[in-house]
Structures are given as C-alpha cells and as structure tokens.
C-alpha cells in the first residue's frame, strides 16, 4: 500500500516570497492533516480536513497561510508571504475516518528554509 | 499551560539500562492516549497505544493514569535502535483530534 505522499522534499525561499506543499494521502483515507513542527518541537497542528471540509483551521495563521483539499482527494498548503519563523518542516498526515487503532500516518515531510 | 507536556530531555543512557519517559496533559476530555517514535530528519510513527490498564510489547511498557491526566513509558533493556524522540500524543473528539506534546528525546549509547 503507497503511503503518504509529499512534495517538494525541500525548499529554500527568501522571505517575503510564497511557497506551496503538496500532500496525497493514502488511498481512502477520509481525514487529512497539516502540521507544522519547528526545530525541538512536537508537530503542531495546522489544518485538518475531512473529505474536503475543514474540520480544525484554528491554528491556522489565516493571514498568511492557506490550504485546500479539492475533490476530498490530495491537498494543498500555500504560505504567503513566508516569514523567517515559518521555517519548519511540514508534515502531512492522513487516517481513515474508522478509529480503530488511532494511527496517524505521516508522510516524510516538506522541510522549507525562509531566508 | 501546554496541552501536553514531556520530561524535557534529553536522555542520554548506557545500552542495556532502562529509561522511562513522563507525560501529563491538560484536557480531561482526552480520550485516547500514544506513544509516536521519531527518528532524526523522519516523520513520527506509532510506537503504541496506551490503555488505562497498562500495556506491554515486548521491552515497551505504557502506562495510563486518567486520575491524574498522567501517561509513561518504560524502555527495558535499552538498544541503540531505540535512539530517537519519543512523543505523547493525546487524541480527543472520537480520535479525530490529535494533540501531539514536545517529544523527549533519547540516545542510548555504546
């Protein structure tokens, strides 16, 4: 079974610019996440979609950051214009709306670097 | 106060020794409680769920106390595989919402 999949891997923009995650999860999975977790920390919640509503975007720095998940399929996280504090790793997760174990599963990340 | 909270670490500890990592939450409405493992520059994984009446798997035993919104994990016979960051996650609203703590990191060491 493919796991969650993320690009780009890495990403290197001066600040003020704007960047953009992509994330598909795993197939069927109906709840998908964004977390942002800086350097020493745990993830931090950004977004969380069910199907293609959004469930939790109180995290969510609206100002700046927006996601979508068209077609309750693959997602999208754009940040603009990007802050030096937004350097991070992004990570997308995705469940099946069955809870039976809990899991999160993660894909590998997007790491971008705000210069 | 932070939803979840972790010994701050990090642990550095001898191979064959046995380390044990705290949590506590704040949100009496958790209910549902992990341990995620994170390997440097990799994403969390599960390592296992905890239950109110203890669990074990194999040299990982978790340990639950609602009373005190009190979570543990006990390494036994500690490996240098088991190097990583370990962290607590409560999850509320039917396991659809997970809140994810600061992660304690370990190096166990030859």
């Known amino acids: 079974e493919a796991g969650v999949a993320q690009s780009p891997r890495y990403k290197i923009i001066e600040k003020r610019q704007s960047v953009a995650f992509w994330c598909n999860p795993i197939?069927?999975?109906?709840?998908l996440y964004w977390y942002q977790q800086i350097l020493g920390q745990g993830p931090k919640l950004l977004i969380q979609?069910?199907?293609?509503?959004?469930?939790?975007d109180s995290q969510l720095p609206k100002d700046r950051f927006s996601a979508e998940r068209l077609k309750g399929v693959d997602s999208t996280l754009k940040i603009q214009p990007a802050k030096l504090e937004d350097s991070a790793v992004y990570l997308c997760?995705?469940?099946?709306?069955?809870?039976?174990?809990?899991?999160?599963?993660f894909g590998e990340g997007s790491r971008l670097t705000v210069l | 106060r932070k939803e979840v909270e972790q010994d701050p670490g990090p642990f550095n500890v001898p191979e064959g020794a046995t380390v044990a990592f705290n949590c506590t939450y704040s949100?009496?409405?958790?209910?549902?409680f992990f341990w995620y493992r994170q390997d440097c520059r990799k994403e969390p994984k599960l390592l296992m769920s905890?239950?109110?009446s203890g669990n074990e798997d194999g040299r990982f035993t978790a340990q639950l106390n609602r009373a005190s919104q009190y979570i543990s994990l006990l390494i036994r016979d500690s490996k240098l595989s088991d190097s990583a960051t370990y962290l607590c996650v409560v999850a509320y609203n039917y396991g659809q919402n997970f809140v994810f703590g600061p992660g304690t990191r370990l190096s166990v060491l030859p």
């Open positions: 949100n009496s409405a958790s209910q549902s």
């Open positions: 197939s069927g999975h109906a709840t």
């Open positions: 997760a995705s469940s099946p709306i069955e809870r039976s174990t809990g899991e999160l599963f």
């Open positions: 905890v239950y109110s």
């Open positions: 979609f069910q199907n293609n509503g959004v469930v939790d």
